[in-house]
């Protein structure tokens, strides 16, 4: 597992003087999980809240970005997050 992974937004997104076209994201920290807790009250704002820390944008700009790089963001991500499904072993016995 690589110890960042970087996504390049097919919309960039501005917020003040920024302009975000990629982001970098690191495996997160228990701080990072507990700020998402914090923040959000549903599972999209926690996960927006923990994304936006992992990646040092400003939840307020990561909230901009488009639904489709969203879910490039979440899956690319999956590893980083513990949630990596191609890993998972059966649960049916076999």
Do not use: C, W, Y
Request: charged residues 25%; negative net charge.
């Amino acid at each position: 597992m690589s110890d960042t992974v970087t996504v390049s937004l097919s919309k960039s997104v501005m917020h003040g003087d920024q302009t975000f076209t990629e982001l970098t994201f690191r495996e997160p920290t228990v701080g990072d999980l507990i700020l998402g807790d914090q923040i959000g009250t549903g599972q999209l704002a926690r996960m927006s809240a923990i994304l936006a820390s992992i990646s040092d944008i400003p939840l307020p700009a990561f909230k901009k970005i488009g639904a489709k790089d969203f879910s490039k963001i979440v899956d690319a991500t999956s590893e980083l997050l513990g949630n990596d499904t191609k890993k998972k072993k059966p649960t049916t016995g076999d």
